[in-house]
Structures are given as C-alpha cells and as structure tokens.
C-alpha cells in the first residue's frame, strides 16, 4: 500500500496534492484513458536513487501514444520532474506515480481534444521492505483480456477493472491475490505484478504475448543470467506453476514477493533458495552497492 505525498508535480510545477483534481466528466474518468506508471525509489549512501526510472518513462511515453494523448514533455524533462518529485517527499525510500490524462469533457468516445496532462506524484509506502509470503489463487475463467481487445503493454487505467474484480473474488476465496490465465489458461500475470516460477533451477516466466513488459520482470531475467541461473521464456502450464519448487511475483514495489501457497495448496518454504538469492541481489543494487547495475540507478 501505498500513500500519496502532500505534493505532486502538475504540469511543470509543484503544487498541493489536494489540489490536483480531476472533473467528474474527464474522458480519464467516464471512459478509463488515464495511462501511468510507477516506479520505485531507495536510499542508497549518496541519497535516494531512482531504479530504472529511464525505463518506466519510455514506456509510460509509449503508454501515452498508444492511447493517443499528446504531451508536451519529453524522457529528459520528466526525468527531471520526477528527480524533483523525489525530493519534495523528504524521503529516500517510496514511488514515483507518472499519470497522463484527458480532461476534455463529455463522456463522448472519441476525447474532444488529444491534449494530454501529465501529474507525478511521490508516493510513500506504508509497509516498506521486504513482503511476507502471499496465497495466491487462479480460477479458469479469470483470465487476462485477449491482446486483439487491449494491448497488454499499455497501461491504461482501464485495462485494470477486470483484473481488480478477479482479486477481489481471489481475497473472497481466502487468497491474498489472484494469478490471471491467458487464452490458452496457462499463466499470465497477477493484477500489477509478473509472475515467475522456479523449475529444476531454472527461473520461467511466460512470454510478452499475453503480459505486461514488467521492468522488474526484465531486471529478474538479467539478475538470473548473471549468476548462472537458467532462464525460460515459455508458456507456463497451470500445473507447473503449481508444481514449481518455488513461485513469486516481481513488481516496482515489491519487487520479488513469494508466494506460498497457490490454491490452497502449501508450496516449500517461502522464500525458497532462488527468490531468496534473487532478492538479495536487487537490494545491492537499490542500495547501489552493485557494480554491475549501477547504470540503474538515477541518483536524486
Ligand atoms: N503486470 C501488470 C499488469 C502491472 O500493472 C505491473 C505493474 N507495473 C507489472 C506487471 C509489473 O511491472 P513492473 O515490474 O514494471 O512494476
């Protein structure tokens, strides 16, 4: 969970979080347009650094076009937004929230005007570190929508009513979240998070067809191949994923939870071996003691 700072970047100036408001009748509101990202940021000894934060913009920008809203800000001018956005929390450990958004009015299907907005937003999280193990849950018929009806790579506001309503059948059902089907009902992804399991010591991910191109997701595919561990990028069948030595999802604010127990069922311990190793790995570089992946890190 996380909580939003008292003060966020509006279009080129800080201003009252309170203040930032959007109309009832935005097409961001009645039609769901509103694209964004997030990422994380970690105090390292020469203050706070953003990880990856070049990536989250690119495709926060690419989240945006694909949408059709138009920005008049660039990678450069909202690295530097975001740079200052870290520094008005007063803080060294949170998120950076990207949101751009129609305010046209009337919820006519077509937004009136393709002038987009762009807010940032620091957030702070209310249970930092490293998260305890979750349940998770899979049910065949929650699935992720077929990528012909919504492109899976673009993170708009809408895309996430489904998801939300199988997490909330999944917490129904005693679980912490739900882990989405694709078309074929292999594993897809959880709500806001990649999935991966552990397979004879190989790490497996299911491909980008079906799933959101998680910048964690990428960072856990080149940790494992720099310390030698096998990766797979294949569909993932439902039973080996419940059959996997280890399973956990990556994302920004996690950015490894492991799972313990999917349909009710007990996996090994949680973390297992691999999670463990893999999580140590990401906090030497947040922390910016990693040579190796020190161009990840923007410092603030
Ligand atoms: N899948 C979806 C659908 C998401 O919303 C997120 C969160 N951005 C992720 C996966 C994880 O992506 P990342 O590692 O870039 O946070």
Do not use: C
């Not at 997490?167 to 806001?192: F, N, Q, S, T, Y």
């Not at 439902?238 to 059959?243: P, Q, V, W």
């Amino acid at each position: 969970m996380a909580v939003t700072a008292p003060r966020l970047w509006l279009e080129g100036a800080l201003v009252d979080a309170t203040d930032a408001k959007l109309p009832v009748m935005a097409h961001a509101a009645q039609r769901g347009s509103l694209v964004f990202d997030a990422g994380s940021f970690h105090p390292t000894p020469r203050g706070p650094a953003l990880f990856r934060a070049r990536e989250h913009i690119a495709r926060f920008l690419r989240s945006a076009r694909a949408v059709g809203l138009e920005l008049s800000y660039g990678e450069e001018e909202l690295l530097r937004a975001s740079v200052e956005v870290v520094r008005a929390t007063g803080r060294d450990e949170g998120l950076v929230r990207w949101s751009a958004f129609f305010t046209a009015g009337a919820p006519d299907l077509l937004p009136r005007s393709s002038r987009g907005h762009v807010a940032i937003a620091g957030q702070l999280l209310e249970e930092p570190g490293v998260p305890k193990p979750i349940r998770v849950a899979t049910f065949p018929d929650a699935r992720k929508a077929a990528p012909e009806a919504l492109d899976p790579s673009v993170k708009v506001g809408a895309a996430y009513l489904g998801p939300m309503l199988h997490r909330r059948r999944a917490k129904a059902a005693g679980a912490d979240d739900i882990v989405l089907l694709d078309r074929e009902g292999h594993i897809a992804e959880a709500p806001v998070a990649n999935v991966f399991a552990v397979v004879g010591g190989a790490v497996w991910t299911p491909p980008l067809r079906y799933v959101l191109a998680g910048i964690t997701r990428d960072s856990v595919l080149a940790l494992a191949r720099a310390e030698g561990i096998p990766v797979r990028e294949e569909p993932l069948p439902l039973e080996t994923f419940r059959n996997a030595d280890e399973v956990f999802l990556s994302g920004t604010s996690l950015p490894l939870a492991p799972i313990s127990h999917v349909d009710g069922r007990a996996l090994g311990p949680a973390p297992g071996p691999v999670t463990a190793r893999l999580t140590q790995r990401f906090l030497a570089i947040h922390s910016g003691s990693d040579e190796a992946f020190r161009e990840w890190l923007t410092y603030v």
